[in-house]
């Protein structure tokens, strides 16, 4: 499972070199299933509209206004533009929400207040993910199809929801048992204080990590995830540096790899 972000969905030739690993991952015989985020364009849009984006502990807040962009955003303009960038790179790519198949079943995500224990903070449609329903991403995988999803989920009353994508591709990474859960960023991977690389993680190391405050913003959500992955069955996580041309070969097929990995096992 592969969480698509920052700079590999903006720049051109990153874009066409993801598209190239992917298909090439598919044709020798692993099962690539895509989960793709979204902030930049949904700023632009945001931006274009007069709205300033807001976020929480890297959570985006998102009011009912900002769902309907963030669905337009996601569902309508980045989820084809990566099916298509996979199609012309000769795979099959399919796109979805977690709305189809029922394959994202979500609730509102209550946010713990860190300055004020026992209290919540409301960041509007935001969602937890109550339950995956993966049969849909198993028929298309099984057809030679290439799944690329956007981050929404439906609610029992029909509403939808705005889920961190990070959080997605590791629940489904999960529910899925996959082998490898990669997850693609805009620095080296995980760094130590003094901007120095980590190679290599345990569950036990990022507890550490996350108490001295060496992890925090946007990372929060992605480390969170990979750590409920690596624990919960999935072999490795890799956290890579998703603006080294050809990031996603690099990093399985050869040994050096170009980011952090965090085994499952201490």
């Known amino acids: 499972v592969i969480k698509y972000g920052g700079n590999a969905m903006t720049d051109p030739l990153l874009k066409r070199s ?36 807001e976020f929480i502990q890297g959570m985006r807040v998102t009011d009912a206004e ?21 199609n012309h790179a000769g795979g099959q790519g399919v796109g979805l929400t977690g709305q189809d198949g029922g394959l994202i079943r979500a609730k509102k995500l209550k946010m713990a207040d860190r300055d004020h224990p026992g209290q919540f903070i409301d960041i509007g449609q935001v969602g937890d993910i109550e339950s995956i329903d993966p049969r849909v991403i198993q028929t298309l995988t099984g057809n030679g199809f ?14 939808t929801y705005n889920i961190n994508a990070d ?10 048992r996959a ?44 480390i969170s995830s ?8 999935v072999n490795a996580v890799h956290i890579i540096d998703g603006r080294v041309d050809h990031c996603l070969l690099l990093e399985i097929m050869t040994d050096l790899g170009v980011g952090t990995m965090i085994k499952s096992r201490d």
């Open 18 to 53: 993801f598209a190239e690993d992917v298909v090439l991952l598919k044709l020798v015989g692993l099962n690539p299933v895509v989960v793709h985020g979204g902030g930049p364009q949904i700023e632009q849009a945001l931006t274009k509209l007069g709205k300033k984006g």
């Open 66 to 86: 900002t769902m309907d962009i963030v669905e337009m955003v996601l569902a309508g303009q980045v989820n084809k533009e990566i099916v298509e960038l996979i």
């Open 146 to 159: 290439i799944p690329v999803i956007a981050p929404i989920g439906s609610g029992s009353a029909g509403e």
């Open 167 to 176: 959080v997605v591709a590791g629940k489904i990474a999960e529910v899925l």
């Open 179 to 222: 082998e490898k859960l990669i997850l693609l960023t805009n620095t080296a991977g995980v760094l130590d204080k003094s901007g120095k690389l980590l190679t290599g993680l345990t569950a036990r190391s990022i507890d550490a990590l996350f108490a001295d405050g060496t992890i925090s913003g946007g990372m929060l959500p992605k």
């Open 226 to 233: 990979a750590l409920e992955a690596a624990k919960s069955g």
